[in-house]
């Protein structure tokens, strides 16, 4: 039967698709270096991930600073090549490599045509065994970059960000992940030299090739080309994640501030627990997508906010379920008091079918959407990858996505989504939100830049 909505009505939600995966192979080379390659005929083009552990033991700000720098200037030069040259090199063949950095991973990405795999692969094999790092090309990115971060610590998201991670990594290596510009600006040629020597290595890197090409050829291709890519840097596995502690709400003033931005972060489970489906839907139907309990409540109803999200977030060293949303000052309060509510809400009355439908609809589509095109499917088997998983995990997540009932959600709702569980930093002007947040919790009261 249709839904009526006014004067129109929606068709009717259609029936789950079983999750078909394409054709794929898979080698470890002698050098410690996993290739995957998946075959995706859509149209003539070829996308490579490259997945290079980068996480680490303890906070150093010193080295957050160098692994930023390096992803910068990683393909700013060889011996043989300037940054001009490769750049012309790939252009030959429709392509482009860049990298960038997170806590747990430095990540090669590039495209091209298929016929110019070769190319692509051979380029990033020269980077990956003599990146020279530049002397100018390293002063210009790293006063880039600098000035990149400089204008972000003036960002209330940006602020907002940085003040959940220390509340909730005191300690551990994920608490801060923006290099202080001074640090950035100290980087130079040797010191990134060698940082690429201890930490660019093969041992436990792992290349996704995604293209319209047969799976063995591209395994062919890569280990000729990547097959002398040598090193047994440092082996640096990054501490399990804290257990989250709950305490007063974390009030980090802004003066002058007309908005507040609501953190909160509960705790959730890595995509190999049994709970993780269940957990999943449960946030959808929380927070996790525009249909939620909580958008209708803080924004469709009450205008409070025009994009509240939620999200677990999976880190090698750890899951969180993370909230989010920006207020008006003047709302910050009841805006906290709902978010509460309707966690409360979901972790005590189990979700109405149709509701658990539409997530479940939600879910499956997605993982679907992701694997559509060529680079979304490169993206999620590299990040799955780097949790030791293969994309035939998918295959059995959409199976249990499919079956997840009412009273699962509701239960790990409770277990998981309580609001007594929740983790909440505040940032906004505290001479006008410090009283209305005092008449709800504890509220404990630091400054923008601690």
């Known amino acids: 039967m249709s839904v009526a909505t006014g004067t129109r009505a929606l068709p009717d939600l259609g029936p789950n698709r079983e999750l078909a995966l394409p054709e794929s192979a898979e080698r470890t080379l002698d050098n410690g270096l996993t290739v995957i390659a998946i075959r995706r005929a859509s149209v003539p083009l070829v996308e490579v991930r490259l997945r290079v552990p980068f996480g680490a033991v303890t906070p150093d700000p010193t080295a957050l600073a160098g692994g930023a720098v390096l992803s910068q200037t990683l393909f700013s030069g060889t011996a043989e090549m300037s940054t001009v040259d490769i750049a012309a090199a790939l252009q030959t063949v429709g392509g482009a490599l860049s990298a960038g950095i997170d806590p747990d991973r430095l990540l090669v990405t590039g495209n091209g045509l298929v016929d110019g795999l070769d190319r692509i692969l051979g380029i990033t094999a020269d980077v990956l065994t003599g990146a020279a790092y530049p002397a100018d090309e390293v002063v210009t990115e790293r006063s880039r970059l600098a000035d990149r971060i400089q204008v972000a610590r003036s960002q209330p998201a940006h602020l907002a960000r940085a003040a959940q991670l220390r509340r909730i990594y005191d300690g551990h290596p994920y608490a801060v992940q923006t290099p202080e510009p001074a640090d950035v600006v100290a980087v130079d040629t040797d010191r990134l030299l060698t940082l690429h020597a ?155 079918a149709e509701e658990l439908e539409q997530a479940r609809q939600y879910a499956l589509g997605s993982l679907l959407l992701g694997m559509s095109t060529q680079s979304g499917l490169a993206g999620l088997a590299s990040a799955y990858a780097g949790f030791g998983l293969r994309l035939d995990y998918l295959v059995e997540h959409a199976r249990r996505l499919a079956t997840v009932t009412a009273d699962e959600v509701s239960e790990v709702a409770s277990r998981y989504l309580a609001p007594a569980k929740a983790v909440t930093v505040v940032l906004g002007d505290a001479d006008k939100v410090a009283g209305p947040l005092a008449s709800l919790a504890a509220v404990e009261q630091t400054r923008v830049d601690a």
Do not use: C
Request: charged share 15%; no cysteine.
């Open 198 to 352: 201890s930490r660019v290595h093969p041992a436990g890197a792992t290349l996704v090739i995604v293209g319209d090409l047969a799976p063995q050829a591209a395994l062919d291709a890569a280990e000729r080309a990547l097959s002398g890519w040598a090193g047994v840097g440092v082996d640096a596995t990054t501490p399990p994640i804290p257990e989250l502690t709950t305490g007063p709400v974390v009030l980090v003033d802004r003066p002058g501030s007309v908005q507040s931005s609501l953190r909160l972060a509960l705790p959730a489970v890595t995509r190999t627990h049994p709970d993780h489906a269940p957990l999943q839907l449960a946030n959808l139907i929380f927070g996790g997508y525009f249909s939620s309990r909580w958008v209708e409540n803080i924004r469709e109803d009450k205008g409070y906010t025009y994009s509240p999200h939620s999200m677990i977030d999976h880190s090698v060293a750890g899951s969180s379920l993370l909230l989010s949303a920006d207020v008006a000052t003047e709302v910050t309060g009841p805006a906290l008091l709902e978010t509460w509510y309707e966690l409360g809400r979901l972790a005590t009355l189990p979700p109405g």
